[in-house]
């Protein structure tokens, strides 16, 4: 479960006031709005990334507000997927898990676990740039799930890929909560990822966030 309540946030002369927004428990929540509206910033202050000027984030129940990043139970996919050039999958995937101090043992077979469901597993010694952008992005997704968080933040994670690969990426998203209880909050302004994706879909135009009914949505490809 997201709670943000009355969440003011700032980036440089950017300001977000008196922002409330509820995902359920378990739902794969997608986040609609104009580039600069922004829903990058406000993701960064549910994951910790950016201070929290006045409100709360409430996540799973638990005030997180003042928490550092690593203690809120939230993983991030950023929208270029960040990857770290010089660790091979297999070390991506177990990135999350050794900075906790999980044992070697609770990390091979967490790591084994993910990889697997993500079809990973042939890629494992491989860096990044023996990946193509799909292999890239689910390398992406399972570092961010390894460590088992409760909530998923996702930054526009399909904007960069072609029509065949998003729609590849689309199924392992799809699919994430059959394997690992996840609540996801998904920005993007691809309206066929909203309706494709999404349980609940959200709208964040001039600072406010109002829910919004798939059957409303246009039919062009982008959000307005």
Request: with cysteine; aromatic share 2%.
């Amino acid at each position: 479960m997201i709670e943000l309540r009355q969440l003011e946030v700032r980036a440089g002369t950017f300001r977000l006031r008196d922002v409330d927004l509820d995902v359920p428990a378990g739902q794969h929540a997608v986040l609609l709005g104009r580039t600069g509206s922004g829903k990058t910033t406000l993701l960064e202050a549910i994951c910790g990334l950016r201070p929290v000027v006045a409100g709360t984030v409430r996540l799973n129940g638990r005030d997180v507000t003042r928490l550092p990043p690593a203690d809120r139970g939230v993983g991030l996919v950023p929208q270029d997927g960040a990857l770290f050039q010089h660790l091979t999958v297999r070390e991506h995937l177990a990135f999350a898990l050794e900075i906790r101090r999980e044992t070697r043992e609770v990390v091979a077979a967490r790591v084994e676990e993910v990889a697997d469901w993500l079809g990973l597993t042939p890629l494992l010694d491989r860096r990044p740039r023996g990946l193509s952008g799909g292999e890239a992005q689910r390398v992406a997704i399972g570092r961010a799930l390894s460590f088992r968080p409760g909530i998923l933040c996702l930054d526009e994670p399909l904007s960069a890929l072609d029509e065949e690969t998003r729609g590849e990426i689309r199924e392992v998203l799809r699919g994430l909560r059959a394997h690992q209880p996840v609540t996801i909050l998904h920005i993007t302004h691809n309206l066929g990822d909203a309706r494709q994706l999404g349980d609940c879909l959200f709208r964040l135009r001039d600072g406010v966030i109002e829910p919004v009914a798939k059957d409303s949505l246009p039919q062009s490809a982008v959000a307005s």
